[in-house]
């Protein structure tokens, strides 16, 4: 575990001396304490999701739905979606597979000689991190945290150990919900992983109606300029710098290799041949999908999309073997979303399902209430920090979609909003909490052998710069779009 020193905030900062450096200074001193205060009372995510849970269903209660009614629609609702929950679990596993590979270690390792300083492999960290999370939310946390050690172990850069953690985590705190592997936005382009009940409120929403449009990759460019810019201003200079050493961690290479065989039945293990028969295999169903249809469409897929990673990481992995060993090394990151999902399905369920006696579910009452509150000038203000405060009590990572997609969507079809920019400021703001939550940091601080607390002075000031930003360009590009009526598979 990292040996923090005495005064990290000063360190961290720069010289005291230099009243430049005396907002930063502030700022992080607030966000260690604030993370502090979190890691002391903040119990786990699931405890969360089954508050959520309870509150749900006292809801429905409350708008007088029958108790049989609720419980049977959590218990329909729970199982409802394992095929997403499933999808999920191999986002994270294909990019664990993937950034983990012999290949990719030895890019790595080429990536961290390019920055000359501390302070621009800083910047740089941040750059690679965010374009890595457009493709794979799962490969830019490891992708990350392999850089970093990678660019620690370079004694001639003297870089901030802690910030460079912080950079890595850019990917997951401000622009993965705007790339591929955004669940909401996959969620709602495979009407297969939609519950029926979603699906007649919804339609299918493709991703050229939201992470393609050019408003939301507006956005996502705006949001890496300025994220790799704080990053690199915020990162103290040589001389105050926290390096890896002075903190006490280890960043000695990873390696890969793999026993050899020792009996005549490991031999296929150890050799590619099954590799690239199933490479080949996998490969022309892939290449089929591609040919059949748009890109937009086939990458929007969350089958196709998977099967690419798992694919691409066997090949890259060469062995069965290395491959399979890196597979059980990603499995601990899946439980959160195995045992998580499926109740996310099941507040869904109890949402929409029971009904009282005037035929009002607590997700059409949730709806009334919005519309309201709500014109369609302001639903984008109003989505966007409701979407940020809950993302913050339950670190879901795209999850907590199923529990506010119906009515969220409803009211966005009362008051005539672009249904795929809802879906788009509900991510884009989604992803702000995670600056701050320690949830989401821990696979990232396990690699570094960090502490959340460690990195979260940092991303606390991209959090003060990212929230009027982006909920400014959610409300002032919501005025770019026109409303179309859901489109039914």
């Given at each position: 575990?990292?040996?923090?020193?005495?005064?990290?905030?000063?360190?961290?900062?720069?010289?005291?001396?230099?009243?430049?450096?005396?907002?930063?200074?502030?700022?992080?001193?607030?966000?260690?304490?604030?993370?502090?205060?979190?890691?002391?009372?903040?119990?786990?995510?699931?405890?969360?999701?089954?508050?959520?849970?309870?509150?749900?269903?006292?809801?429905?209660?409350?708008?007088?739905?029958p108790p049989a009614a609720i419980a049977k629609s959590f218990g329909d609702g729970f199982w409802?979606?394992?095929?997403?929950?499933?999808?999920?679990?191999?986002?994270?596993?294909?990019?664990?597979?993937?950034?983990?590979?012999?290949?990719?270690?030895?890019?790595?390792?080429?990536?961290?000689?390019?920055?000359?300083?501390?302070?621009?492999?800083?910047?740089?960290v941040a750059g690679a991190t965010m374009i890595s999370s457009f493709i794979s939310w799962g490969?830019?946390?490891?992708?990350?945290?392999?850089?970093?050690?990678?660019?620690?172990?370079?004694?001639?850069?003297?870089?901030?150990?802690?910030?460079?953690?912080?950079?890595?985590?850019?990917?997951?705190?401000?622009?993965?919900?705007?790339?591929?592997?955004?669940?909401?936005?996959?969620?709602?382009?495979?009407?297969?992983?939609?519950?029926?009940?979603?699906?007649?409120?919804?339609?299918?929403?493709?991703?050229?109606?939201?992470?393609?449009?050019?408003?939301?990759?507006?956005?996502?460019?705006?949001?890496?300029?300025?994220?790799?810019?704080?990053?690199?201003?915020?990162?103290?200079?040589?001389?105050?710098?926290?390096?890896?050493?002075?903190?006490?961690?280890?960043?000695?290479?990873?390696?890969?290799?793999?026993?050899?065989?020792?009996?005549?039945?490991?031999?296929?293990?150890?050799?590619?041949?099954?590799?690239?028969?199933?490479?080949?295999?996998?490969?022309?169903?892939?290449?089929?999908?591609?040919?059949?249809?748009?890109?937009?469409?086939?990458?929007?897929?969350?089958?196709?999309?998977?099967?690419?990673?798992?694919?691409?990481?066997?090949?890259?992995?060469?062995?069965?073997?290395?491959?399979?060993?890196?597979?059980?090394?990603?499995?601990?990151?899946?439980?959160?979303?195995?045992?998580?999902?499926?109740?996310?399905?099941?507040?869904?369920?109890?949402?929409?399902?029971?009904?009282?006696?005037?035929?009002?579910?607590?997700?059409?009452?949730?709806?009334?209430?919005?519309?309201?509150?709500?014109?369609?000038?302001?639903?984008?203000?109003?989505?966007?920090v409701y979407s940020a405060i809950l993302g913050f009590f339950v670190p879901s990572g795209g999850?907590?979609?199923?529990?506010?997609?119906?009515?969220?969507?409803?009211?966005?079809?009362?008051?005539?909003?672009?249904?795929?920019?809802?879906?788009?400021?509900?991510?884009?703001?989604?992803?702000?909490?995670?600056?701050?939550?320690?949830?989401?940091?821990?696979?990232?601080?396990?690699?570094?052998?960090?502490?959340?607390?460690?990195?979260?002075?940092?991303?606390?000031?991209?959090?003060?710069?990212?929230?009027?930003?982006?909920?400014?360009?959610?409300?002032?590009?919501?005025?770019?779009?026109?409303?179309?009526?859901?489109?039914?598979?």
């Open positions: 575990m990292a040996t923090t020193p005495a005064d990290p905030v000063q360190n961290a900062g720069g010289a005291a001396s230099d009243p430049s450096t005396g907002s930063a200074r502030s700022l992080e001193r607030l966000g260690v304490r604030f993370t502090n205060w979190a890691e002391r009372w903040f119990p786990d995510a699931f405890i969360f999701v089954s508050i959520a849970v309870v509150i749900v269903a006292l809801g429905a209660l409350t708008n007088g739905a409802s979606l394992i095929p997403f929950t499933m999808q999920m679990v191999f986002v994270t596993i294909g990019g664990y597979v993937v950034a983990t590979s012999p290949p990719m270690q030895a890019l790595i390792e080429r990536l961290a000689q390019v920055p000359k300083t501390g302070r621009g492999a800083v910047g740089f490969l830019s946390l490891i992708f990350g945290g392999l850089l970093v050690r990678a660019l620690a172990r370079r004694t001639d850069l003297r870089m901030d150990y802690r910030a460079a953690g912080a950079a890595a985590y850019l990917g997951l705190g401000a622009t993965w919900a705007l790339g591929l592997s955004s669940s909401a936005a996959q969620l709602q382009a495979n009407p297969a992983s939609l519950t029926k009940n979603l699906l007649a409120i919804s339609g299918v929403i493709p991703f050229s109606e939201t992470i393609f449009l050019w408003q939301s990759m507006l956005i996502a460019a705006i949001l890496f300029v300025v994220s790799v810019a704080i990053a690199y201003a915020s990162a103290p200079r040589r001389e105050t710098a926290v390096t890896a050493e002075t903190l006490g961690v280890p960043v000695a290479r990873e390696t890969s290799d793999i026993p050899p065989a020792r009996q005549p039945g490991e031999w296929l293990e150890h050799s590619p041949i099954l590799t690239i028969l199933l490479v080949v295999i996998a490969g022309g169903w892939i290449v089929q999908e591609f040919a059949r249809q748009s890109w937009i469409v086939a990458i929007s897929n969350l089958n196709t999309y998977n099967l690419l990673f798992l694919t691409l990481g066997l090949l890259l992995h060469w062995r069965p073997k290395r491959f399979l060993a890196a597979v059980a090394k990603s499995v601990p990151a899946t439980a959160g979303i195995l045992i998580q999902y499926p109740l996310y399905a099941a507040i869904s369920g109890m949402l929409t399902g029971p009904k009282n006696a005037a035929g009002t579910s607590a997700s059409d009452a949730i709806t009334h209430a919005f519309v309201s509150l709500n014109t369609a000038g302001t639903f984008p203000l109003t989505m966007g999850g907590k979609w199923l529990l506010e997609a119906p009515y969220v969507l409803q009211a966005a079809n009362e008051l005539k909003v672009h249904l795929g920019w809802a879906v788009m400021i509900y991510n884009a703001a989604e992803a702000l909490p995670n600056l701050i939550n320690p949830f989401w940091m821990l696979p990232l601080v396990g690699i570094l052998g960090l502490k959340a607390r460690d990195i979260v002075g940092f991303s606390f000031l991209q959090l003060i710069v990212h929230l009027p930003l982006v909920l400014f360009l959610l409300w002032a590009l919501a005025f770019t779009l026109t409303y179309h009526p859901p489109v039914m598979p």
